[in-house]
């Protein structure tokens, strides 16, 4: 079974940077049976697609964020991390990290409670 837990600032400042950690319990983040996601929901819009750290460390990220985006893990504490560059007011949102199996493309079947940040001036 797999549970993640979103956790960070819930209040950030404008053109700052966002760093939010996931905390995986279960299996380990670098079991190939798993990739890790971020994902958000600003207020009133629909989930966005944010980015991916795979079981070997290797990141990718959602074309219009990849520049302000930045993914990494800590496989001794069995978290990853989002950081995002330079906030604006369109980057508040709901933050979310969820577990995707392998195998089954697109299937997030596991998911954190959410994080709300929000982005002030």
């Known amino acids: 079974q797999v549970q993640l837990q979103e956790s960070g600032p819930g209040l950030v400042q404008l053109s700052q940077t966002l760093s939010l950690t996931c905390t995986v319990s279960?299996?380990?983040?670098?079991?190939?049976?798993?990739?890790w996601h971020w994902i958000r929901q600003p207020p009133g819009k629909g989930l966005e697609y944010m980015g991916v750290?795979?079981?070997?460390?290797?990141?990718d990220s959602s074309p219009p964020l990849k520049s302000r985006t930045f993914i990494s893990r800590d496989t001794c504490k069995n978290q990853f991390t989002l950081q995002l560059s330079s906030v604006t007011q369109e980057d508040t949102a709901v933050y979310y990290c969820?577990?995707?199996?392998?195998?089954?493309?697109?299937?997030?079947?596991?998911w954190g409670q959410g994080t709300q940040v929000t982005v002030s001036s």
């Open positions: 969820a577990a995707e199996t392998v195998g089954s493309p697109g299937d997030f079947g596991s």
């Open positions: 279960g299996p380990s983040i670098t079991s190939s049976d798993y990739y």
């Open positions: 750290i795979f079981d070997t460390g290797t990141t």
